[in-house]
């Protein structure tokens, strides 16, 4: 790799048509990536490739103006100080958010290209060429505002910011809720069998382990494999599967850790198993708030069904565990 400084006039420009050639692609790719979900986004990018691509052609008119038709090939990766990404077909989930943020960044790093390389530059007519394409880059960020005030209204913004929302709650929060609701629930009767089966706290850690970790692979193939969002809209399958399984088992593992308290422990069984029921509660109820700020749940609605569950469940394993 070579510092910008050490490059020629000639190379300064030709990285320069590369760079825009670049921007302008990208700029379509992440258009085509959100055009469904966020058509506004997408049409403000589009605008932005559509001036990427005549800067692109002014610079190319004035490098053959001074330097002919070849054009030698050189890319932002050839030369330090560049900031590196990933490209963008390797990553396939990409919030609105962080599309704007990189396109932020990619205006800023290419107004800084413009006005470094000026400065490098020895040769009196090129520099006044440079300094002419950091007014161009200069002028491109102020109509990269312009699309914004154009495309993204106040009612776009919003509409964009509820799909943005659907999104999230339907990749992450339901298949997070319905893991640590799973693991919560369903591992209640099992660990308080067993805790009072034999009123052993490592015997019962083991047999807690062995259910929250079974669970959440069961949940977490469920879920990957029962949908795979292209209809539904509900992103990547194996995200919700992971998040699911990870909620899954974090479920279960929240009132089964108590009983890592020695057994040496005086009443170290009733100790751990206080704490775990303690544990319980605060999970249930964790789950009533998340229902009712994601799920449009009435709180004491959710509350009610999933505590009342919840108690039954733990009722019953303590019933089957002292039979």
């Known amino acids: 790799m070579r510092k910008l400084e050490n490059l020629s006039e000639r190379e300064i420009l030709a990285l320069a048509i590369s760079a825009e050639e670049d921007d302008a692609r990208i700029y379509q790719a992440f258009a085509e990536k959100i055009r469904t979900d966020f058509p506004h986004t997408a049409q403000m990018l589009d605008a932005m490739a559509i001036e990427e691509a005549k800067h692109r052609g002014r610079l190319f008119d004035l490098y053959r103006e001074k330097f002919g038709d070849y054009l030698p090939l050189i ?19 990409l919030s609105i958010d962080a599309i704007r943020d990189r396109v932020e960044a990619m205006e800023q790093e290419a107004g800084a290209f413009y006005k470094k390389a000026a400065a490098v530059t020895r040769d009196a007519s090129v520099r006044q060429l440079l300094n002419e394409l950091a007014d161009i880059e200069l002028q491109h960020e102020h109509k990269a505002g312009e699309f914004r005030d154009i495309h993204l209204t106040e009612g776009a913004v919003a509409a964009e910011k509820d799909t943005q929302h659907r999104k999230f709650v339907l990749t992450y929060v339901q298949p997070g809720l319905a893991g640590l609701m799973d693991g919560s629930v369903s591992t209640l009767a099992p660990i308080f069998a067993a805790a009072f089966a034999t009123h052993n706290n490592w015997e019962t850690f083991l047999i807690g382990m062995a259910a929250s970790i079974g669970a959440g692979i069961s949940m ?93 469940v733990f009722i019953a394993g303590i019933l089957i565990g002292s039979g």
């Open 75 to 93: 890319r932002r990766s050839d030369v330090r100080g560049f900031q590196r990404n990933d490209p963008i077909w390797l990553a396939p989930v």
């Open 220 to 312: 977490g193939f469920t879920e990957a494999l029962s949908d795979d969002g292209e209809i539904s809209g509900r992103g990547s399958p194996w995200v919700r599967g992971v998040v699911c399984g990870l909620m899954t088992t974090i479920g279960g593992l929240g009132h089964v850790l108590p009983y890592l308290i020695p057994d040496s422990v005086e009443n170290a069984f009733w100790l751990a198993t206080g704490i775990a029921t303690l544990i319980v509660f605060i999970e249930l109820w964790a789950i009533a708030w998340i229902r009712a700020k994601y799920m449009d749940t009435p709180f004491l609605k959710a509350a009610f069904q999933v505590v009342i569950g919840g108690v039954l």
